[in-house]
């Protein structure tokens, strides 16, 4: 097969998958379920875990700052909630096709699918997550404006990188099974080296070197809008060039190897 073959295979992989959405809403929608099958809270104790984190957390890291505890934590609970979307969209990528390979090698099917399912899943767990800054701007009275409204493009372009990550990772880590544990140290790793725990403003010395982690203007876009700051031109030209550039590298890997994922799953 040619490339311009495989890229119009490709595509029209992509496009059969957008199609069968019913399923993969509901394929993504049961994955979130399976995971808290018979437990009470269900998907929401992974939302308790994390606010107990964020307040314990909260607490100790505004007092090693110096910082106002109405400033710090709603900083640090959409730190939390929006690298939670990131680091695990990232993680969870490499299983997109060896978590289901039994259906990859036995159903004929749109291989888009898998990532579709996966990137729904991610988006349903952020929003359980969500409920954390929620009840965090309750408290700290943060009240919405219209800058607020630019979150929801901003997690589209969340949503869409998560969709790239998986064309790139899923075949990659299903050829190479070393690679799902490269990926989880290295986003340990990253989680320190991001403005999470701590802010850019607080090293304006190294501001050069944050600038040049891209997961700090990812989380910038999101997290300024609802904490009411001045919305910066940066992080939203960086992350606009990285989704492009990212979403080109991934249809053109994801059209190359996608004929062989069934056979490396």
């Not at 109405?70 to 990528?93: D, E, K, M, Q, R």
């Not at 749109?110 to 954390?132: G, K």
Request: hydrophobic share 55%; glycine share 4%; with cysteine.
């Amino acid at each position: 097969m040619n490339r311009r073959a495989r890229l119009a295979a490709g595509l029209a992989d992509l496009r059969a998958g957008v199609r069968r959405r019913e399923l993969w809403l509901y394929l993504g929608w049961r994955d979130v379920q399976k995971h808290y099958r018979r437990s009470v809270l269900g998907p929401f104790w992974l939302t308790l875990s994390m606010g107990i984190m964020v307040a314990g957390l909260g607490v100790l890291y505004s007092q090693i700052f110096n910082m106002e505890i109405a400033t710090y934590l709603p900083f640090l609970a959409l730190g939390f909630i929006l690298w939670g979307l990131i680091g695990t969209s990232i993680t969870n990528a490499c299983t997109v096709f060896t978590s289901a390979a039994s259906s990859v090698r036995q159903i004929h099917m749109p291989l888009s699918i898998y990532v579709f399912q996966f990137a729904w899943s991610q988006l349903i767990t952020f929003a359980h997550n969500f409920v954390i800054y929620i009840a965090v701007a309750l408290i700290f009275s943060i009240k919405p404006s219209w800058t607020t409204l630019l979150v929801f493009p901003a997690i589209a372009l969340f949503t869409l990188n998560a969709i790239f990550c998986a064309m790139i990772l899923g075949p990659l880590c299903a050829r190479f099974r070393d690679i799902p544990l490269i990926v989880a140290s290295l986003i340990q790793v990253a989680f320190f080296m991001t403005p999470v725990l701590w802010s850019a403003e607080q090293i304006p010395q190294r501001a050069h070197f944050v600038n040049l982690n891209p997961f700090y203007h990812f989380i910038e876009i999101a997290r300024e809008p609802l904490l009411g700051e001045p919305i910066s031109l940066l992080h939203w030209l960086v992350a606009l060039v990285l989704t492009a550039s990212l979403g080109t590298v991934s249809f053109l890997f994801y059209a190359r190897f996608r004929s062989r994922v069934a056979y490396w799953a």
